[in-house]
């Protein structure tokens, strides 16, 4: 049996992981879009490194663009196998990818038209809204906590994550010639324990082999009753204080809801200042809808406040937004507001422009709500470059930059360590260390190896290992 890493290996981005059974079959964790500054990202994106066609089963952990944005592209080039993911899973699927289909397709309108210009080939998209299509057809709804033998040598469990609506660690038992099972357990994305909707991540089985997620290998994040507070507090100055506009750049499924959450509450608790919020993302308003019909990714605590709010993702002050003259007029309007909008690491989407427009104005602050790569224009300004490029054209950063650190997804390196607790560490034959930096990686594995673990491996890309049987 081999393991071969086509993503996420040696960073955070494009997640694709292929497992080859002893009986030939292939099987691909994730296949995920690679995104950000990455070198050779077109390349990485458009060539596989392995045959699409020759892939027997997808299993999905969750539907982030960079773990599920190239399965209509691997559709496109061969793929007609089945899919695997949780109901929640397929639900944001359907409306994620579409939108991943129409961004590559309205901004390559933009790269032709200067690239005719020049007289320079034009680029094919990577995918159409027709193979997002085609790729829904193939995705099987599994339920968490149901173990499904796909068939006579693989069984397949979902538990939950925590990360994302739907998010599932991925569980295989596949057997060997002698009848024996491997057990490989594919973390997925780890959330975080306490998290205000979601629950935490679930125990698992025994296994013999894990491919684990390192984020936060190097980090630790806040306490949430210190980042709710700070939150609120950073809300009265920019708003109350200075008059100004609050930028806050939020991935479109959880944490955008995650945040008008924590409002809802002061605001129900009159804690809130009176302040216009804007949600102003079409995916975050049909995101928000499909966080309302799937109750059973909630946590208890958050069940029992719907009790007593039945609208926990609206209240008085806030607006969602779709239309597109609606978003423009935010950026005319002086009015002291909240604007929410995507994407979290401000890569894309409405929030570019949002930040272009107020940047250059210190009343205002740009609020970094979760994890951002180096490279991408949340990263540099969380690094504290005083001059960015967007859109081609260079701004002076005159707003104030904050970070919350609290409001990432993502399991810290203590979070997962609790995760693991369910293990027996020296039945874990070998752990892979993928969806990282290389500084947060190689702490991490130090961290495995203090804690009495055994053979830790951080896999570059395309690095192939046997696993024993």
């Not at 990714?297 to 007593?308: L, N």
């Not at 779709?322 to 009015?335: I, P, Q, R, T």
């Not at 203590?414 to 947060?440: R, S, Y």
């Amino acid at each position: 049996m081999q393991i071969q890493f086509f993503g996420a290996a040696q960073m955070v981005t494009g997640s694709k992981h292929l497992l080859t059974t002893p009986s030939g079959t292939q099987i691909l964790l994730d296949c995920g879009l690679v995104q950000g500054y990455i070198q050779n990202r077109e390349d990485l994106n458009r060539k596989f490194g392995f045959d699409p066609s020759a892939v027997d089963y997808l299993i999905l952990s969750h539907a982030h663009i960079d773990h599920s944005g190239l399965i209509p592209r691997l559709v496109r080039e061969g793929f007609n196998g089945i899919i695997f993911c949780t109901p929640a899973t397929k639900t944001l699927c359907e409306i994620m990818l579409a939108d991943s289909a129409h961004i590559q397709t309205a901004d390559l309108k933009w790269v032709n038209k200067r690239r005719k210009n020049k007289g320079v080939d034009l680029i094919e998209p990577l995918y159409e809204l027709e193979d997002v299509e085609v790729a829904l057809k193939l995705m099987n709804e599994l339920d968490y906590d149901q173990t499904l033998k796909i068939d006579n040598e693989i069984s397949l469990h979902f538990t939950d994550a925590g990360h994302l609506l739907g998010s599932a660690s991925v569980h295989l038992d596949i057997k060997t010639g002698t009848g024996q099972k491997t057990k490989i357990t594919f973390s997925g994305d780890i959330g975080r324990y306490n998290d205000p909707i979601l629950r935490d991540p679930q125990p698992f089985r025994q296994c013999d082999y894990l491919i684990c997620e390192s984020t936060y290998g190097n980090k630790k994040h806040q306490l949430v009753e210190d980042a709710e507070a700070e939150l609120l507090d950073i809300i009265h100055d920019t708003c109350i204080e200075k008059k100004g506009k609050l930028i806050i750049p939020a991935f479109s499924v959880d944490r955008t809801q995650e945040i008008i959450y924590i409002l809802d509450k002061a605001v129900n608790e009159g804690r809130m200042p009176n302040v216009k919020v804007y949600v102003d993302s079409p995916l975050s308003v049909k995101a928000t809808q499909a966080m309302r019909i799937h109750a059973e990714c909630y946590r208890e605590e958050f069940v029992a406040y719907t009790q007593h709010d039945p609208e926990p993702f609206g209240f008085k002050n806030l607006k969602y937004i779709s239309d597109v003259e609606a978003s423009k007029a935010l950026n005319s309007s002086k009015e002291p507001c909240i604007i929410i909008s995507a994407s979290g690491m401000a890569e894309a989407g409405r929030v570019k422009h949002h930040i272009a427009n107020n940047i250059e104005n210190p009343k205002n602050t740009i609020l970094l709500v979760g994890y951002c790569t180096p490279e991408s224009l949340g990263g540099r300004l969380k690094a504290g470059e005083k001059m960015v490029r967007i859109f081609g054209e260079e701004y002076g950063v005159n707003a104030q930059v904050r970070s919350l650190e609290y409001y990432s997804a993502h399991a810290d390196y203590d979070e997962i360590f609790e995760w693991l607790k369910c293990q027996n560490k020296k039945k874990i034959k070998t752990i892979f260390l993928v969806h990282g930096e290389t500084t947060a990686l190689d702490a991490m594995k130090q961290k495995f190896a203090k804690k009495g673990f055994g053979k830790v491996r951080i896999p570059y890309m395309k690095e192939k290992f046997d696993l024993a049987v």
